[in-house]
């Protein structure tokens, strides 16, 4: 797939069992899906359901709470526990020939000291990950220093890449031009709207995943950039439907059926698409 194909994720959250929510985000256009590992779901009958559908399967989200483990769990004992989840998570992308395994380098908005504790573990999922011949693509979370200590490590390997979160950008990294920094090594994209930071301190609160386009996000500076590291995979929405606590940004969203949101967000993303590729 390539930057004419336009995907979107399947959530639990939606309300809908994943089929039904595939068959809509098929009929509305989408070329392709991807969702989060969930090790108590069956992966490999969703996973084909989708790709019988005629949809492709992009990547798995891999689990993130816990993530803050690796680098800061001396003991060891939940950070082995978050690294057995990614050793599924892999195991599950490589069973299904899913080529990409998406990962936040931390959680956790006070978290600001990465370590070598941290980098030995990480090391640990990135040749796991290697031997399964699964690529991992690094997100732009909290903690831009996190992401920034992991790819100055294993930055160089050739199954090691970039995940770019446009919120996350606006929100979490204040402003920071992640693209410019990440963008040589950008595989995938969790792009997505919001109103940047709206309180003194940065809390997930403003993390509003809302359409492309109802933000402060500046779409075709986006899209330049985007076109600046040379990237020509699928463009993939990361959305959420529903509003973030005390906020009301979604709420129109919430108003929707899902088959209503599902085909906005299609003509979005096809808005997105056409600048993108102009």
Same mark, same amino acid.
């Given at each position: ?9 399947? &959530? ?19 070329a392709g899906v991807f969702s989060d590992w969930m090790k108590d ?9 989708? $790709?019988?559908?005629? @949809?492709?399967?992009?990547? @798995? ?16 004992? +939940? ?6 989840? +990614?050793? #599924? /998570?892999?195991? !599950? /992308?490589?069973? =299904?020939?899913? %080529? ?9 908005? &006070? ?8 980098? %030995? $573990?990480?090391?640990?999922?990135? %040749? ?11 997100? =732009?979370?909290?903690?831009? %220093?996190? @992401? ?9 390997? &050739?199954?090691?890449?970039? !995940?770019? &979160?446009?919120?996350?950008?606006? /929100? ?13 090594? @950008? ?19 403003? *993390? ?5 386009? *109802? ?5 075709? *500076? ?19 439907? #529903? ?8 709420? $129109?969203y919430i108003k929707m059926t899902f088959e209503e949101y599902i ?7 096809? $808005? ?7």
């Amino acid at each position: 797939m390539d930057c004419n194909s336009v995907c979107t994720g399947i &959530d639990k959250a939606f309300g809908l069992t994943y089929e039904e929510q595939i068959d809509i985000i098929k009929n509305a256009g989408f070329a392709g899906v991807f969702s989060d590992w969930m090790k108590d779901e069956d992966m490999n009958g969703i996973i084909s359901y989708a $790709r019988n559908a005629g @949809l492709e399967y992009i990547y @798995l989200h891999a689990p993130f709470y816990g993530v803050d483990d690796l680098w800061h769990d001396e003991e060891g004992k +939940l950070a082995e526990k978050m690294l057995k989840d +990614l050793y #599924g /998570c892999a195991d !599950c /992308c490589a069973e =299904n020939n899913v %080529e990409i395994m998406v990962c936040h380098a931390i959680i956790g908005m &006070d978290n600001h000291s990465p370590n070598e504790l941290g980098l %030995e $573990r990480i090391a640990k999922i990135v %040749e796991y990950a290697k031997e399964k011949g699964v690529k991992i693509a690094f997100e =732009n979370t909290e903690g831009p %220093e996190y @992401l920034q200590m992991i790819f100055d490590r294993f930055g160089h390997y &050739d199954h090691i890449g970039f !995940c770019f &979160d446009s919120g996350h950008e606006m /929100c979490y990294n204040a402003g920071i031009d992640m693209l410019a920094r990440h963008g040589e090594k @950008l595989i995938v994209t969790h792009l997505n709207d919001n109103m940047g930071q709206t309180e003194e301190e940065i809390t997930f609160h403003d *993390d509003n995943h809302m359409l492309p386009f *109802d933000g402060i996000g500046d779409w075709n *500076d986006i899209a330049a950039r985007m076109h600046k590291c040379g990237f020509t995979g699928p463009l993939s929405f990361e959305l959420v439907k #529903g509003n973030r606590p005390n906020r009301n940004t979604n709420d $129109r969203y919430i108003k929707m059926t899902f088959e209503e949101y599902i085909a906005e967000a299609y003509d979005r993303a096809d $808005r997105f698409r056409k600048i993108y590729n102009t």
